[in-house]
Structure formats: structure tokens, C-alpha cells
């Protein structure tokens, strides 16, 4: 239940923790730890979640207390939005409440606990299979503000298992000047296949495989474009066999892309537009990708 809680505050005792509820125009229950003297209060009742027993804490719906502990504020009746608070002179009154944060943001490849809803409470986040952290963060903190700390993009996924072709799968964590991207896949025809590095509408790096494909055929095509032109092709010798699985690993690394096929090295190119960070790759033609991981 304690995830459920709107408020936490230090309390001398238990009841003194039940006439805070009491004076609350939202708390349904409260929960006090006796060794810390911390007090609860949760806008949910056991009629409506769940509650695990704790050693050390007591949990009691306030439905079960006397009214008469609320003291002055017996018998106010304040807004929803609001509490009743005594001041030094025992008078009482009605005050704006914070009613907590809502649920922790969803996070996409992430899953969340929290300890509860209140000011100052922690939703810690796990990256799902397949996916890596992108910040060194991994909390969000409920705020003043009703609203949790900004945590968009906070995983970014890093492994596609039998990724189609002709789609487009962003780096994870966003453009980057440093990575490492491993392709499973097999030819299929004895046409050709291609693994791109892009940039907007710029291609950082082409890695072509062509059979019986433009004018050289049986080659391995390098190229690059920017501004909606080409720059001059490297050729290189064909790695790839119709029906057979290689190894693709494209890497750049201070300035230099590296492809690797099968653990021979077929070409170190250098970055033709310095500083122009890709941050997706596009799979296309005639393979199977049976694998797709990227490391940074």
C-alpha cells in the first residue's frame, strides 16, 4: 500500500499519524513504521488495493478510527483539494494539499517501481531485453508540481531478432560518433544487399554487396552521399555467398569506418563530411537479417 501514498511526513505516534488522515479531505488509509516515526497517508483503502504485511508498520483504514481524533478539525469540511490544518493557537483551518504525482511515466522499453506518490518519492526504471540505458540516470523524482521528472528517452533499443528489410532502426541513445553494428544475414539472390548508415536524407556510409548488379559485378560497393549527391565509389572485393550466413560488422571510431565481413577487414574509410554523426540504419534488397546489434 505504501506505493499508494499522497504524503509522508514524520509523526510522533500512530494516532497522531490517524488524525493526520483524519484531517486530510483525500486520505482513505495511512501506514506508520514505528522504528523511523514516519507516517503514510495513501489515497487508496484496503477495499480498493491490495496490501502486503510489513514488520515494523502498521496499515489501518481510517473508516476504523474515532473522528474525534481529528481535535479542531473535527468539525470542518474541507474541499477536496484541500486539507485542515491547526495552527499554534488551535485554530482551524483549511489549506491547499498536494494530492501526490500520478502514476510514473511509461517509458518505452523500460519497466518501473516506485515507493510511492508523494513529494519527493523515487520511480527507478529497468531497461527491458534488447534494449540498454541512455542516460546515467535511471530515477525520476515526483516534484511540487503534481508531475515527474522528465525521463523520455531513457532506454533506446540496441537488438532487432529477424528485423524486415527497408525499415529504418534508429542507434540507440541518438546519433553517435562512436559504435559498433553487427548484421546477421544471408543473400539470398545473386542480385545484391546493402547495409546504410543515414544521417536525415544523408547516407554517412553505404556498404553494398553486388552480384549481377549494375556494371561491376561481384563486388563490395563503399560509398557516401550528401546534399542529394554521390561521392566516388570504393570498390572492394565480394565477401558475401548466396545462401550463407556472414558476420557484417560496420564501426566508427575517431573519425573511421571499419567493415568487417566474417572477421577479415574489406575496407577503413574515412568520414567524407567530418563530424556528421548518423543515427539510424536502413537494411535493404535481397537478404535474411536474422540478427541486428548495435554497441556504443
Known sequence: MEHQAFRKLGSPSLYDCASECLASSVCLSFGFEHKTRTCLLNRNSSARVSISPRSGFDFSDIQHWPKTLA?????????????????????????????????PPDVSGASVTHDGL???????????????????????????????????????????????????????CGPQSKFNVVVLA??????????????GEDVTLLSEFRFNFGLKRNVTVINSKFHHRWGIEEIRPLPLTVGKESEIQISLNDGEYKLVVDGVVVINFPERLPGKQPNRIHLKYDFIVRLMEISI
Open 71 to 103: 481535535g479542531p478539525c473535527l468539525g470542518m469540511s474541507c474541499p477536496l483539494t484541500t486539507s485542515c490544518q491547526v495552527d499554534r493557537h488551535g485554530r482551524a483551518s483549511c489549506v491547499s494539499e498536494f494530492r501526490g504525482c500520478g502514476h
Open 118 to 172: 508523494y513529494q519527493g518519492a523515487v520511480a527507478r526504471y529497468s531497461c527491458k531485453k534488447d534494449y540498454i540505458f541512455c542516460h546515467q540516470r535511471n530515477t525520476s523524482v515526483c516534484q511540487a508540481s503534481g508531475q515527474w521528472e522528465n525521463v523520455a528517452s531513457l532506454c533506446g533499443k540496441f537488438r532487432w531478432r529477424n528485423p524486415s528489410l527497408d525499415n529504418l532502426y534508429d542507434l540507440p
Open 186 to 199: 544471408t543473400p539470398t539472390t545473386a542480385f545484391r544487399c546493402s547495409v546504410a548508415l543515414e544521417a
